[in-house]
């Protein structure tokens, strides 16, 4: 049986037997902020962080299947706004994609925060930095 979001609490279903049964939201409605953090629909936001970065960061082979699972990864960790725990030398070969395996967006997304990566570290320190 498919569950749905639009599904309200006390709502009863028929399963393919006959038999009814009341569907119930166990998870309260959440705010509408919260809703704009949280990924809900693909279940990307259980994986920690360091799981995470073991995937985008391991970049030998072009493996169908291992090459969309580092799509996605990278995605979600530009989704969350954790570019910045990826290493340099993994976003190099997202920004540089010599084989054409990540697409436009994801090498756009790498130089770019490769860039901002240079800029800071270029920038002379402030007398506030110091």
């Known amino acids: 049986m498919a569950w749905s979001v639009e599904e309200k609490k ?5 399963t ?10 166990s998870v309260k409605e959440p705010s509408a902020r ?5 990924d809900l629909a693909s ?9 995470l970065l073991g995937v985008v960061e391991d970049t030998k082979g072009d493996d169908k299947n291992d090459v969309m699972m ?3 990864v990278f995605n979600e960790l530009f989704r969350r ?13 997202y920004a540089v994609n010599d084989v054409n395996l990540y697409g436009k967006d994801i090498q756009c997304k790498a130089m ?7 800029v800071r570290k270029g920038k002379p320190a402030t007398e506030h930095e110091v």
């Open 81 to 93: 706004q954790q570019l910045e725990a990826v290493d340099s030398k993994a976003l190099k070969v």
């Open 16 to 25: 393919a037997t006959g038999k009814v049964v009341e569907v119930r939201s």
């Open 10 to 14: 006390g709502e009863t279903r028929k």
């Open 70 to 72: 580092r799509r996605f």
């Open 34 to 38: 919260a809703a704009m953090d949280r």
């Open 112 to 118: 770019k925060k490769l860039t901002e990566r240079t």
């Open 43 to 51: 279940g990307m936001e259980v994986l920690e962080l360091d799981f």
